[in-house]
């Protein structure tokens, strides 16, 4: 049975659909149907039912696939086994936050294809938190507080950040003092995340409100120095903000909690290499290069 056509099925399986695992793959769908056909004709039986909407796994299919995505991961990591130099190989699609990814994190990632010049290294930019599974990637670089989820993350370094105002902003209503007074301001959010304070040793949460929300940093940032209200964001974004002036430091007694950067995986018991490496190599980058990790979020 061909390798090739196993792992393109696997793909399809949790992609949901032809169309969708071509885009993961990078080949046509023509190839996929083609690679789908040769498999089924060999077992015999019927693995998708194909429906408008893309395909679904048969009981025969259901039962394959897992016993399908088990070979193929023993067949990568025999692959890597007899590569010089513990070289890796095959595809690794990442998703890495927009905001800070191009200055923070292309640099490892540029690294780690130099070591590994077989690997096919996928980046998609952008500051959503994706939905791995669903989406087909291997792992994602998160900055901040994670939510609650049942995926597996490997802390690589901690995050500052700042709450910050501008002056017009200041003038017209005023700085929250203490984290109590936050509620009385407008805020800046990406959605509706509470708002954490260190005061000393304890932390402080604060559910904030405002009328304007952002999934990106960068946009916060800017929409903070408009005067459009007051923001909680990682220090790397406010550098030239404060700088300028354009922004100020506001509750300095009761800054945010170190936030963390994470490498986040789907679940299962053991990672595949491929994303083992990738954490290594950002480890590493960040040990040498500190500053670049100590300030972003």
């Given amino acids: 049975m061909n390798i090739e056509d196993l792992q393109t099925f696997v793909v399809v399986a949790d992609a949901g659909g032809v169309s969708a695992a071509a885009r993961r793959l990078g080949v046509s769908k023509s190839i996929v149907s083609r690679r789908l056909f040769r498999i089924e004709a060999e077992l015999g039986t019927q693995l998708l ?18 016993h399908a995505a088990r070979a ?42 130099h070591r590994h010049p077989l690997l096919q290294i996928s980046a998609s930019y952008s500051d959503r938190f994706v939905d791995l599974i669903a989406e087909g990637f291997d792992c994602a ?8 989820s049942n995926l597996i993350a490997k802390r690589i370094g901690a995050v500052l950040g ?9 003038k017209e209503h005023g700085a929250p003092r203490t984290p109590d007074e936050v509620v009385t301001h407008q805020a800046l959010m990406q959605g509706t995340e509470p708002w954490q304070f260190l005061d000393g040793n304890r932390i402080l949460t604060v559910q904030p409100h405002g009328r304007f929300k952002a999934d990106s940093g960068a946009a ?3 929409a903070a120095a408009a005067g459009l209200g007051i923001a909680r964001l990682p220090d790397c974004i406010l550098h030239e ?30 990672p595949a290499r491929k994303i083992r490496v990738l954490t290594e190599t950002l480890i590493e980058y960040f040990e040498r290069n500190p500053d670049t990790i100590g300030g972003d979020g």
């Fill in 49 to 66: 039912s194909r429906t408008t909407r893309g395909a679904a796994l048969t009981e025969a299919g259901s039962t394959f696939r897992d």
């Fill in 141 to 148: 670089i998160r900055v901040g507080t994670l939510p609650d």
């Fill in 72 to 113: 193929s991961a023993e067949i990568d990591t025999a692959r890597e086994a007899i590569l010089p130099t513990g070289g890796l190989r095959g595809r690794l699609r990442v998703a890495v936050p927009l905001t800070s990814g191009p200055t923070r994190f292309a640099p490892a990632l540029a690294e780690l294809a």
């Fill in 241 to 270: 903000y404060l700088a300028s002036g354009a922004l100020v430091r506001i509750m300095t007694g009761y800054p945010p909690p170190p936030a963390g950067t994470y490498v986040v995986r789907p679940p299962g018991l053991h």
């Fill in 162 to 170: 700042s709450f910050v105002a501008s002056p017009d902003y200041i």
């Fill in 220 to 222: 916060l940032a800017a």
